[in-house]
T-cell receptor
């Protein structure tokens, strides 16, 4: 079974600081890794999908990397804004369809 | 619709009652998934449909839980004899197809509270 861990569980930074969110997984046979954002009381919004053949993906201020050999993925958010405050979840896919989620990192960006 | 739609958004029910949760996936998406999220945790897999059939229901916690997708589009998650431990947010997701690097898109969830 794929175990996914996200550290830290919570993070508070001043506006403008770059964010670094970590995700580790136990099975290097991971197929894809997907990062999501969840606002309080809401569903999940897909941010980035990294396929196993890729090492990183970028979208605007977001950049996610994937290192299968070390079992790690990192989400970078440049120049954070108060609107970036949310919980960020990573999820690995082993067998084509089943997402294994971490518990998330709750980010607060202080104005 | 443009995204995955789930109804109702909130459901409060009494212990022992039967509930149905509905998911309307993105048009054209053949793969549909149900997940359950407890407070402070990541979502946990319940069941996966490819078309009309349940390809993997290994995440359903017990036989009180059942899901259908009769026409390969809308899906209904059914919970019999609800218990307080069933209280959680139930999330539905869909993708164009399983695997192949396809992205999963989630609905807003149904918050179920069993009192």
């Amino acid at each position: 079974k794929q175990e996914v861990t996200q550290i830290p569980a919570a993070l508070s930074v001043p506006e403008g600081e770059n964010l670094v969110l970590n995700c580790s997984f136990t099975d290097s046979a991971i197929y894809n890794l997907q990062w999501f954002r969840q606002d309080p009381g809401k569903g999940l919004t897909s941010l980035l999908l990294i396929q196993s053949s890729q090492r990183e993906q970028t979208s605007g201020r977001l950049n996610a990397s994937l290192d299968k050999s070390s079992g790690r993925s990192t989400l970078y958010i440049a120049a954070s804004q108060p609107g970036d405050s949310a919980t960020y979840l990573c999820a690995g896919i082993l067998n084509d369809y089943k997402l294994s989620f971490g518990a998330g990192t709750t980010v607060t960006v202080r104005a | 619709g443009a995204g995955v739609s789930q109804t109702p958004s909130n459901k409060v029910t009494e212990k022992g009652k039967y509930v149905e949760l509905r998911c309307d996936p993105i048009s054209g998406h053949t793969a549909l998934y149900w997940y359950r999220q407890s407070l402070g945790q990541g979502p946990e897999f319940l069941i996966y449909f490819q078309g009309t059939g349940a390809a993997d229901d290994s995440g359903l916690p017990n036989d009180r839980f059942f899901a259908v997708r009769p026409e390969g589009s809308v899906s209904t998650l059914k919970i019999q004899r609800t218990e307080r431990g069933d209280s959680a947010v139930y999330l539905c997701a869909s993708s164009v197809a399983p695997g192949g690097g396809t992205e999963a898109f989630f609905g807003q969830g149904t918050r179920l509270t069993v009192v």
